[in-house]
């Protein structure tokens, strides 16, 4: 009985914290996809270990340390085309190359987060931003939080 108990409270907790990506990271993945203009761009979540950074910060390497969740294609690209009214689209321009990692988002608080995108594209080093998002008046503002060369 108590085995019972026990994989029944296991099964609940798992359900409860499934390791899916919440509204809110959807909200943030969105922002950025919408209002740059990348709703068509291959979206990947989890950056590759070849484009990992070198970089000597603790959020870093708890984002690093991060597993990384299940998203819903769709329901991404939902909530990017709520942030791009009035943007220009950029297409890709029917290569392999272009592509976007999305590392996990570490929340320091409830309105405080941290995370690392890359563009990839037919350069020949990508680009990467390591972003700070705080929820001000109920909405997510985007802002380098770490410099990257």
Do not use: C, H
Request: glycine share 4%; proline share 3%.
């Amino acid at each position: 009985m108590k085995n019972l108990l026990y994989l029944l409270f296991m099964i609940s907790f798992s359900v409860m914290y499934s390791q899916e990506v919440t509204k809110r990271e959807y909200e943030i993945y969105g922002k950025v996809i919408g209002e740059q203009g990348y709703q068509f761009y291959p979206i990947n979540l989890g950056i590759p270990s070849k484009f990992k950074l070198g970089i000597d910060d603790s959020i870093y390497s708890k984002i690093e340390r991060m597993q990384i969740r299940k998203f819903d294609q769709k329901k991404l690209l939902e909530v990017a085309l709520k942030y791009s009214i009035n943007k220009t689209f950029k297409i890709v321009e029917g290569d392999q190359y272009n592509q976007i990692f999305f590392s996990p988002i570490y929340f320091k608080n409830q309105d405080e987060a941290y995370f690392i995108y890359i563009l990839k594209s037919n350069r020949e080093k990508p680009y990467s931003y390591f972003y700070e998002a705080k929820r001000i008046d109920n909405k997510w503002e985007l802002k380098d939080y770490y410099l990257i060369n």
